[in-house]
């Protein structure tokens, strides 16, 4: 491999986690009833509560690839307009990881309607306290470098979320910003950018409310400092079963810039694009899915995939709140 190929496997590695980025990472989770995990509007949304575990894996066939745990809950209070949530994650990249706790408080305003009418306009806010490490213990210099201190480094700072939330019937629409504080982890001892504060919107509607159902939607990320900017285009279909429900899903991410790169003479740029197929079924209260996600383009760092799994219990809610097909308030 050419040197010259170097920052493009940089970005290829480092862009799939929202490079520089703190706090949980937004892979295509939200997509299986999770919402949650990148909303802190969406804690309490609808009657009782939920949670969700998930476990996600890149590139098995490389040591020390990234790999992230989150488990969370979320529910209503009683019959008042509020909710709140918690969030534990853990994730790792070689040889820093970062593990976390936020809490969350969110507001639920009716806006008109019946009782069997969605029109809600949420607001939430989590505070979170975040661990973040680097791990020197394993580097070896011939000439002793300063900068590396043999040791294993840890640092903690407090950060928060907003978001706000919009359910009209089958309609939905999110805004989040993330890591508003901007607080710095002054981990390494050279020059450390502050963290990136990311802005989220996305928005879908459900399609059809008899055995089947359909859902489109849209997911766009911003990173302030460095301007990285995706984009999610999704389309799920739901079928009722006598069981529960079984749905699938297919997710296009793309980076709208990319990494340039010279080989075997030529020129070229590459942009960040991921496919995701994801599968799940909702067996009573529980809920099960899968997703993988194939990077396309020329270069990759590994011809493996990015794995992750869901599992989630919901409880305290009746058998269907609302007049319309909306999964993510019932």
């Known amino acids: 491999m050419k040197l010259r190929l170097l920052p493009l496997y940089f970005f290829l590695a480092f862009g ?8 949980i990472p937004v892979y295509f989770d939200y ?15 609808g009657e009782g509560g939920k949670i969700r575990g998930t476990i996600r894996q890149q590139w098995f066939s490389v040591d020390e690839a990234p790999n992230l745990q989150t488990l969370n809950a979320h529910f209503r209070l009683g019959d008042s307009n509020s909710g709140v949530g918690a969030i534990f994650f853990n994730d790792a990249n070689g040889y ?11 507001h639920h305003l009716k806006l008109g309607g019946d009782i069997r009418y969605l029109n809600q306009l949420s607001f939430g806010l989590s505070g979170g306290l975040i ?23 840890s ?50 509607y459900v399609f059809g409310r008899n055995e089947w159902q359909y859902e489109p939607s849209v997911l766009f990320q911003l990173t302030e400092f460095t301007e990285e900017r995706t984009i999610d285009i999704n389309a799920k279909v739901y079928k009722d079963v006598s069981f529960g429900r079984i749905w699938g899903g297919l997710s296009y991410r793309r980076s709208f810039d ?13 942009r ?14 529980f809920m099960v899915s899968y997703n993988y996600s194939y990077q ?35």
């Open 296 to 330: 396309m383009g020329d270069i990759r760092f590994d011809n493996g995939g990015f794995h992750q799994i869901t599992v989630g219990y919901d409880f305290g809610q009746s058998e269907r709140r609302y007049d319309c097909y909306c999964p993510a308030a019932q």
């Open 16 to 23: 799939l986690k929202s490079f520089a980025q703190e706090g």
């Open 155 to 204: 640092v903690s700072y407090f950060n928060m979320d907003l978001g706000m939330s919009y359910s009209l019937m089958e309609f939905y629409a999110h805004f989040s910003v993330l890591n508003v504080l901007g607080s710095g982890r002054d981990l390494y001892t050279a020059i450390e950018f502050d963290n990136l504060r990311r802005y989220l919107i996305s928005a879908g």
């Open 258 to 270: 990319g990494a340039q790169f010279q080989t075997d003479g030529s020129f070229g740029e590459q």
């Open 31 to 45: 997509l299986s009833d999770n919402y949650y995990l990148v909303y802190p509007s969406m804690a309490g949304i």
């Open 131 to 153: 661990q973040s490490s680097l791990d020197e213990t394993e580097f070896r210099s011939v000439i002793p470098d300063p900068i590396i201190t043999g040791t294993r480094n």
């Open 96 to 106: 820093h990881s970062q593990t976390g706790l936020k809490l969350t408080y969110a």
């Open 272 to 285: 960040l694009q991921l496919i995701t197929p994801i599968i799940g079924a909702n067996i009573n209260n």
